[in-house]
């Protein structure tokens, strides 16, 4: 069970030896101090949202005032990285704590009839420690980290409610037969919208939770293929995209037309309905009680006729989804907490999915696990930058696509495509204070600095035996 976090407990000295981050530096949270309180938690995903696709980070074709309030009340990263490149492993990295060089889950892998490979059964889990400390945990949307019934099921890795999809491949569709309620299959008619059935749950789950605390995951399926929304919501933009009104977008389910205004019907749609759940929260008096945390789990993707230059979905960066240049895993991330965290605050943090787990640990004063590659980002949320640790360097690994490696330290970024393929695959070396784009590769000029980020990526990484990189 190569690089899982056990219940039991990972001897920390043993683990550090194992994955090579003794040398390089590696800060992990052993445990965490008493937070300033125990808050619920809203921690929001969505799926194949690129780092430009909010207003907040420079969407101009569509706005997202909902999505948006969430920066404006509390704070806005602007250096903060997915777990992965695709949907599983990104999740994975977002619940376990560890990034994709020591997650379980590291690459999409399909069980049919339904779901994906599972997480096992001793995962420690950030629903798994939040429910053992008394929270109230539901989950409603994707899924993907293990098919229905096994160990990977989110009713066994903590979460004490689920609805939503199962399985990220029938989730291309937003019209299905079905979805899943506690372990039960829920028949549809394939006529209902199951986004507006999902986030509806979700606001039943904080009203039956409302005396707290509760932890609320809530990973939505927009925008991800198909590019499927109600025709009032794709309507406004028709015109306004009138030059992709003859362009067919066909992925799964039924097909459109005009995927540029249901693209951007989904993302306005999904942020009116983030705005009933700021309001509800509000209107139950938990504002100041509840944490809200907002990201995507990997950058804008092609599928379906969905058009992402056209919308800048990427932003400044080079890359989608399945790439690891930062148009591919540098998303969006805001949390407010009103009282905790000063409005419009800004960082430049450099921090990934795997800092979740310890950041609301803290806040909740529970323990995270040893052996994590996460850190607490609570300082930085709570305006004490002076104290907050930070990560030697960030790591990324995907065993499809050839095998892709990346890893960025300081202001230097790394990356090795085709690694599966070869083990003299060139690493390409960007400067991201100069060049964000990663448009010039200076590796021949700083070979020093190149020489160091090898090392990274070949000690900061265990061998998976479900998920091999290498060979």
Known sequence: MTGVQKKEGTDRRSFIKTAGAGALGLLSLASA????GRPNVIYVLLDDAGYGDLGAYGQRRFATPNMDRIGQSGIRFTDHYAGSAVCAPSRCCLMTGLHSGHAY???????KPEGQFPLPEDAVTLPGLLREAGYATGAFGKWGLGYPGSAGDPLNQGFAEFFGYNCQRSAHNYYPDHLWHNGERLELDGK????DLIFDKALDFIR???RGPFFLYLPVTIP?????????????FRQKFRRFELTPGIYAGRPIRNPAAHFAGMMTRLDGQIGSLLDL???LGLSRDTLIMLS????????GGAVPDFFDSNGPFQGYKRDLYEGGIRVPMMASWPGKIAPGSVTDLPSAFWDALPTVCEAAGIDAPAGIDGISMLSTLLGEPSSQKSHDYLYWELPEMGGRQAARAGKWKAVRYGVSLSDKTKLKLFDLESDPGETTDISSRFPEVAGRMMAILREARTESEHFKLFG
Do not use: F, M, Q, W
């Not at 991800?224 to 406004?236: G, I, Q, Y």
């Open 33 to 36: 101090p008493v937070g300033p």
């Open 192 to 195: 209902t919208y199951s986004h």
């Open 224 to 236: 991800h293929a198909s590019l499927h929304v109600p025709e009032e919501s794709a309507k406004p």
């Open 296 to 303: 995507s789990d990997n950058g804008p993707h092609r599928e």
């Open 105 to 111: 889950i590291r690459g999409n892998r399909e069980v």
């Open 208 to 210: 039956d939770n409302a």
């Open 281 to 283: 929260v509000e209107k």
